[in-house]
């Protein structure tokens, strides 16, 4: 009861100083980039905000933190958003407080919202939509990414390494200059995004699809791998489409994967794996391969026209 008395009387806080500075609960939840109908939950004391929200909230509606608590007293129009903030460490007393790099930004409808620099996250961004969003220059290592849709995405000069990216659909995005080392993708589906210099450097790519056409406003987008590294990267049961591989290849594998316009030019495959029924529907294009690779490449029936072998 003590509970449910309490999440009222922060509801209806949040009301009154909402309705103080003449902003509509759309307002408060496009600021918030959430949904006007938690808002609503939130006023009506059917739930609560974390810690986090809470102290945008209170950088929002020009209130100290402790005006949530039951002692304090209404907000005033004279509070200044530096003044709402000084006694930040003064904290709710029924809500546990939590480390920043705890942050928790699961379930979240985030459109056009601004990351860049973001650190230390850690820990979860699942079963989110993302649009828009800037991510630029980000520590996003050891991500759990699962069950998103990120479409239009900027995470260019980003580190992701040792992240999972579980059963997500990755569409227009920029991955450009990313280190991606040591992540892994299993059951996504990625198109369209550039990935021009990033770091493939131990990623494992299972069950899902990575294929360079995307539709975006009518038009066809291509997943660009242009001076990517590839080594030791590993592609399980994948479908892959409409991808141009180029440069150093080494230590790679390719099982039981479906090929539609995959082309490797110019590149170098040096102790990569190939196991697939037939390989004929890769094109090679002036590259070379050791002894290994061109024997597993000529078993799987692939045109050899394209391929010179690496002699000692």
Same mark, same amino acid.
């Given at each position: 009861?003590?509970?449910?008395?309490?999440?009222?009387?922060?509801?209806?806080?949040?009301?009154?100083?909402?309705?103080?500075?003449?902003?509509?609960?759309?307002?408060?939840?496009?600021?918030?980039?959430?949904?006007?109908?938690?808002?609503?939950?939130?006023?009506?004391?059917?739930?609560?905000?974390?810690?986090?929200?809470?102290?945008?909230?209170?950088?929002?509606?020009?209130?100290?933190?402790?005006?949530?608590?039951?002692?304090?007293?209404?907000?005033?129009?004279?509070?200044?958003?530096?003044?709402?903030?000084?006694?930040?460490?003064?904290?709710?007393?029924?809500?546990?407080?939590?480390?920043?790099?705890?942050?928790?930004?699961?379930?979240?409808?985030?459109?056009?919202? !601004? @990351? +860049? /620099?973001?650190?230390?996250?850690?820990?979860?961004?699942?079963? &989110? #939509?993302?649009?828009?969003?800037? $991510?630029? =220059?980000?520590?996003?290592?050891?991500?759990?990414?699962?069950?998103?849709?990120?479409?239009?995405? !900027? @995470? +260019? /000069?980003?580190?992701?390494?040792?992240?999972?990216?579980?059963? &997500? #659909?990755?569409?227009?995005?920029? $991955?450009? =200059?990313?280190?991606?080392?040591?992540?892994?993708?299993?059951?996504?589906?990625?198109?369209?995004? !550039? @990935?021009? /210099?990033?770091?493939?450097?131990?990623?494992?790519?299972?069950?899902?699809?990575?294929?360079?056409?995307?539709?975006?406003?009518?038009?066809?987008?291509?997943?660009?791998?242009?001076?990517?590294?590839?080594?030791?990267?590993? @592609?399980?049961?994948?479908?892959?489409?409409?991808?141009?591989?180029?440069?150093?290849?080494?230590?790679?594998?390719?099982?039981?994967?479906?090929?539609?316009?995959?082309?490797?030019?110019?590149?170098?495959?040096?102790?990569?794996?190939?196991?697939?029924?037939?390989?004929?529907?890769?094109?090679?294009?002036?590259?070379?391969?050791?002894?290994?690779?061109?024997?597993?490449?000529?078993?799987?029936?692939?045109?050899?026209?394209?391929?010179?072998?690496?002699?000692?």
């Amino acid at each position: 009861m003590e509970t449910m008395l309490t999440t009222i009387m922060i509801g209806n806080k949040i009301a009154e100083a909402r309705k103080k500075i003449n902003l509509s609960q759309s307002q408060l939840a496009e600021r918030l980039f959430i949904s006007s109908q938690a808002v609503g939950k939130w006023e009506r004391g059917e739930s609560m905000p974390d810690i986090i929200t809470f102290t945008r909230l209170s950088e929002i509606l020009g209130v100290d933190l402790n005006y949530f608590s039951e002692t304090s007293q209404p907000p005033t129009t004279e509070m200044s958003p530096a003044e709402a903030m000084v006694n930040k460490s003064a904290l709710l007393p029924n809500v546990k407080q939590k480390k920043r790099r705890s942050w928790d930004m699961s379930r979240g409808n985030w459109v056009g919202a !601004d @990351f +860049s /620099g973001l650190k230390n996250l850690n820990e979860k961004f699942s079963s &989110s #939509n993302m649009q828009r969003c800037k $991510f630029i =220059g980000s520590d996003l290592s050891g991500l759990l990414l699962k069950g998103n849709n990120v479409d239009s995405c !900027d @995470f +260019s /000069g980003s580190d992701f390494g040792s992240s999972h990216i579980q059963a &997500s #659909n990755l569409v227009n995005n920029l $991955f450009r =200059g990313c280190s991606l080392k040591d992540t892994k993708f299993s059951q996504s589906h990625i198109s369209g995004c !550039d @990935f021009t /210099g990033a770091d493939f450097t131990g990623v494992g790519f299972n069950s899902g699809s990575f294929t360079g056409v995307a539709v975006k406003s009518g038009a066809t987008e291509k997943n660009t791998v242009a001076d990517a590294v590839w080594n030791s990267t590993s @592609f399980n049961a994948m479908y892959l489409a409409d991808i141009v591989f180029q440069g150093a290849i080494e230590d790679c594998s390719f099982e039981n994967c479906a090929f539609a316009r995959v082309a490797f030019r110019n590149a170098t495959l040096i102790n990569t794996f190939f196991k697939n029924k037939s390989l004929k529907r890769i094109l090679f294009i002036d590259c070379q391969a050791d002894r290994m690779t061109y024997e597993f490449l000529k078993n799987g029936k692939a045109d050899m026209s394209g391929i010179s072998l690496i002699t000692p």
